[in-house]
């Protein structure tokens, strides 16, 4: 059973895993966002907040990762009460474009949106001008489907360490 398809003990040994890399990369970097939570409180007003319900694996992740300062990304506070937060965005989105009840806007890159579809628990990284199409699955092909918010996460370290490894 693959990480993020409703195995608990999956999900958990899958963000254990992580979390070693994440704490590894983050002390050897000697970076100050190291390991920073995010607490249920916060998960749970987000889900209220929004009327949907996290995937598992967010929980798990969000022990040890606030979705900040790793990668390229701009991961946006799980805080339901930031102007600029996951929660806000979202709402924004709905009401702007008709985002569907069940995406959650994560954050951006200098060209894309990430957005977790919180059905299935995939994160679709695409063009901001395809974020509409999102829920039909009609983007465009550059987009990058991550089968997973754990996947997603992965893919943020693994290019972290890439980028340690080029820049000595």
């Given amino acids: 059973m693959a990480p ?30 190291a390991v920073r939570s995010v ?31 790793l990668g390229y990304t701009d991961h946006r506070s799980w805080s339901a009460s930031d102007p600029s937060g996951v929660v806000a965005e979202t709402l924004r989105l709905r009401d702007s474009i008709g985002l569907a009840h069940h995406l959650l806007f994560l954050g951006e890159t200098s060209e894309s949106v990430l957005v977790l579809d919180t059905h299935d628990g995939a994160v679709v990284e695409c063009g901001s001008h395809d974020v509409e199409r999102i ?4 983007y465009d092909e550059s ?9 997603l996460l992965a893919g ?11 820049d000595p």
């Fill in 39 to 69: 607490s249920h409180g916060d998960l749970s007003e987000v889900e209220a907040r929004l009327g949907i319900v996290l995937p598992d694996e967010v929980h798990a992740v969000a022990r040890f990762f606030d979705g900040h300062g």
């Fill in 156 to 166: 943020m370290i693994d290019d972290e360490l890439a980028e340690q490894a080029a």
């Fill in 135 to 138: 829920a039909g699955r009609t």
């Fill in 143 to 151: 987009a990058t489907i991550y089968p997973s918010y754990l996947a």
């Fill in 4 to 33: 993020g398809d409703g195995d608990e003990d999956s999900v958990r040994t899958s963000a254990a895993d992580l979390e070693g890399r994440y704490r590894a990369l983050a002390a050897a970097a000697a970076h100050p966002w």
